[in-house]
């Protein structure tokens, strides 16, 4: 409560208890993991770590990526660009922040056959060089989203032609932006497994 009213831009989005005794932890709503005393008088931001008999074990980045998994979880599954597996039943599957233009964006829409046969669904979502919503970066991968065949017309860009610029009011690009930003997303094409793990880079 001192905190919210000294910070009132921080709303609290829940509060639990730790494995550490006398220690809470506070999700800040689009903030960080902070740890608060039992008393509300001192609180700190970083790595929570549990000693095990045989590990060091990072309980803030689980907590994290537990936050990750939720949030992705519930993304509507119509405004993504999904590739379901073919022929093959679907074993896992990955969230991809994508930008049509970036060398390992395409090489990974070029790894789709390969991730198909694995039996991995490819969920994307728009991560445009240029943000600004007037930009041709923008636009062309907002046309894509708002396209009869999103698909075939993500696949298009990322091999380099040109698709017609149709912007549609309703599409999620600016909405996507957002979370990539929320999520720490510096780069793509930027990777999250159903667990809320982020894959650097790509493999």
């Known amino acids: 409560e001192k905190l ?7 709303v609290v989005e829940s509060v639990k208890e730790t494995a550490a005794e006398g220690v809470f932890q506070v999700n800040i709503l689009n903030g960080p993991i902070l740890y608060l005393t039992e008393a509300g008088e001192h609180f700190f931001e970083g790595n929570l770590w549990a000693i095990t008999d045989t590990n060091l ?16 979880s519930a993304l509507p599954v119509n405004e993504m660009i999904i590739f379901t597996p073919k022929g093959s039943k679907t074993r ?7 930008d049509h233009t970036c060398y390992y964006c395409r090489k990974l829409h070029d790894d789709l056959p390969q991730l198909s046969e694995l039996g991995i669904e490819v969920r994307y979502l728009a991560w445009p060089r240029d943000s600004k919503v007037d930009s041709k970066s923008f636009q ?11 698909q075939q017309s993500l ?3 990322k091999s380099g032609e040109d698709i017609p610029i149709n ?11 957002f979370l990539g930003s929320k999520l720490m997303v510096r780069g793509t094409p930027a990777i999250f497994t159903e ?9």
Request: glycine share 4%; net charge negative.
């Open 195 to 203: 667990d809320g793990i982020a894959l650097k880079g790509y493999l």
């Open 92 to 98: 896992s599957v990955i969230y991809a922040f994508t």
């Open 57 to 72: 074990v990072n309980l803030t980045k689980q907590e994290e990526e537990k936050r990750i998994a939720s949030t992705l």
């Open 4 to 10: 919210t009213k000294i910070r009132s831009d921080l």
């Open 167 to 177: 912007v549609c009011e309703d599409n999620p690009v600016e909405k996507q932006l």
């Open 140 to 150: 062309q991968i907002a046309s894509a989203w708002c396209s009869e065949d999103p």
């Open 155 to 157: 696949t298009k860009l």
